[in-house]
């Protein structure tokens, strides 16, 4: 599978795109970081990023699209940055039918340094490692686009599996509220059958009494 992973951000974004192959087996194809000046207009910013989203989605074809979920910060301009940035990513990848996930910086980093509190530097130091990078990718916004793309890999087919038990449990679920749904009925039926034949027996053993006293 080929992901394009991309650390989003409206001065730097970071993309890049890994390879993975049999078992946790991956392989970087290209890193790079996507810029737009910073005395632009916030429109054409966007459109700088989008330009270049749209040239490596293009030119690499990956499968899939890997995204930092964006959280907040103290910065609150920063965090608007991001999540715009985020969207344009995701709308681009919808255009041409890619899913898009979604990761938290700790699942990234726990997916490549084992610990989620991991800092940028270490993140750095694994994804060279893991990549057999002859040099570290910078600026770190590169590094986490790599790393991103290594999580969803090695993610990827857990969270599918995991989806599709929740809605194999959820399927099952249904069909036994469904029979237990279906079983009240019955009985509800059942009861009222017999409260009918009840009132009938009464009935027909009223109507003898009456004809013998005659």
């Known amino acids: 599978m080929r992901v394009l992973g991309v650390d ?23 890193v790079g970081v996507i810029r737009s000046p910073v005395d632009a207009d916030l429109a054409h910013r966007l459109l700088a990023v989008a330009d270049g989203v749209e040239e490596w989605l ?3 074809r990956p499968q899939v699209v890997a995204v ?15 999540a715009q ?17 979604f990761h938290t910086p700790s699942e990234v980093k726990a997916a490549v340094t084992g610990s989620g509190r991991a800092d940028k530097a270490q993140v750095t130091t ?8 002859a040099e570290a990718p910078r600026p770190a916004d590169a590094a986490d686009a790599l790393a991103l793309a290594v999580c969803h890999l090695w993610r990827g087919p857990m969270l599918a599996r995991m989806a599709e038990a929740e809605a194999r449990a959820a399927e099952l679920a249904r069909a036994h509220r469904a029979r ?28 003898a009494e009456a004809g013998g006293a005659g």
């Not at 409206?10 to 194809?29: A, K, N, Q, Y």
């Not at 990513?89 to 898009?100: E, I």
């Not at 694994?126 to 990078?133: E, G, I, P, W, Y």
């Not at 079983?183 to 109507?207: F, L, N, W």
């Open 126 to 133: 694994m994804v060279t490692r893991l990549l057999q990078l």
């Open 180 to 207: 237990l749904a279906d079983a009240e009925r019955r009985a509800r039926r059942g009861a009222d059958a017999g409260t009918g034949r009840a009132g009938a027996g009464r009935a027909g053993a009223g109507r």
């Open 68 to 82: 930092e979920r964006v959280f907040s910060q103290h910065n609150v301009r920063t965090v608007m940055g991001t």
């Open 8 to 30: 989003p951000g409206l001065t730097r974004c970071g993309i890049g795109v890994v390879d993975g192959g049999p078992g946790r087996s991956v392989r970087c194809v290209d």
């Open 85 to 101: 940035v985020s969207g344009i990513v995701a709308l681009a990848a919808a255009r041409r039918g890619l899913p898009v996930a």
């Open 58 to 60: 293009d030119r690499h």
